[in-house]
């Protein structure tokens, strides 16, 4: 094999250089494949549709696995999230992969806001990373990446043309995740009618600018087959828990009593289409497009509002410690400025405090005032009253002690009168001679 070396020059021009033996570094793809196998991989999928939708079956069906699942009623005051997290292993690779399923969604009379629960769950992984990017000594090697890198969304069957609950949804979802819409159950409509629908639910996406994920088309040996795929989107898929007996053969299907539709047969559905673009060939394209435009954009919003900055008022390169420090001048000018309204805050409390508490003590200083001239001017009648009655009391005494001496005195002249005029006496004896 021949191979070509140049250097390249200060002015542009290469150089041709030659190797006098096999170096080694051509084993560089080797071992960041054999790095990457060692570690393994993270991938985190979101579920949006309504409860009973099918979510949970067509998990089951993409990854050949029965996972874990709660039933969930219709009856959920509000939409919740439920993610759990396997380790699945495939020939030489681990994958850790994270399901997570909207509970409830849809359900609510009031559905104005589902999306806000969906939302605020990717933002939390965002700053989840965020975080453990900005710490002094991280770990990201290690750390368990449950940035959601594929939604996809669930649209029902209905033939007609989108609920405004979904475009309201992915309008909100579409700058943080890669949607992928898909028809579930689609063997509910006939082949024309879905064929019709699929080109209604692109025109709306359309008219109403809501972005979904493209397959990208750069990368040659898969370019053709992506921007195939691109024209097949929304996919109409079908999911069964149930294996039947098919030529001799089992397969995932679904009985009726016209006939059954077999899951991974493409003349039935997108299933097969669904699961070789989703995992066999664009899996690492939604990790990096996850990383290089949402969690950028995430990323950029969140600096933007600690005051990091590209460049300065000058536009000029802002050098990282000069921003940090003067961030630090800010901080601290801040916190002066908030010490500063404290202390005031504080000293002008104190001074009310003390008014109030000096009008307290007038007001009291008062009130004792009226009440010690309310008691004067009660003893002072009291005095009077007391007065008044001993001078009643002496007069009545007085009289008592006339009265009593007048009646002894009547008593005395009687007895004497009596003893007089009794028989025995001298004076009646004279008088009878």
Known sequence: MSTEHYRILPDGEKRALS?????????LPDQLVNKAVSKGFDFNILCVGETGIGKSTLMNCLFQKAFDDNPTTHKLPNVGLESNT????????????????????GDQIGRADSYAPIVEYIDEQFEKYLQE???????????????????????????HSLKSIDLVCMKHLMNKVNIV????????????????????????????????????????????LNDKMNKLVPFAVVGSRESVEVNKKMVRARCYPWGTVEVENETHCDFVKLREMVLRENMEDLRETTQSVHYERYRKAKLAEMG??????????????????????????QMQAREDDMRQMFVNKVKDKEAELKQAETDLHTKFESLKRSHAEEKRKLEDRRRILEEEMNKFNKHKAETQAAQAQAARD??????VGSPGSPKSGKRKK
């Open 19 to 27: 190797l006098n033996g096999h170096v080694g570094f051509d084993s």
């Open 133 to 159: 990017e900005l710490k002094i000594q991280r770990d990201l090697h290690n750390f368990h990446d449950t940035r959601v890198h594929l939604c996809l969304y669930f649209l029902p069957p209905t033939g």
């Open 414 to 419: 009687l007895a004497q009168g009596n003893s």
């Open 181 to 224: 819409p898909i028809i579930a159950k689609s063997d509910t409509i006939a082949k024309a009618d879905l064929t019709k629908f699929k080109s209604r639910i692109m025109q709306e996406i359309h008219e109403n600018d809501v972005g979904i994920y493209s397959f990208p088309i750069s990368d040659e040996p898969v370019a053709a």
């Open 86 to 105: 396997y380790t699945l292993k495939e020939g030489t690779v681990t994958l850790r992969l994270t399901l997570i399923d909207t509970q409830g969604f």
């Open 308 to 333: 990091f900055a590209q460049r300065d008022e000058t536009d000029q390169p802002v050098r990282l410690s000069e921003l940090i420090e003067k961030r630090r001048e800010q901080h601290l000018q």
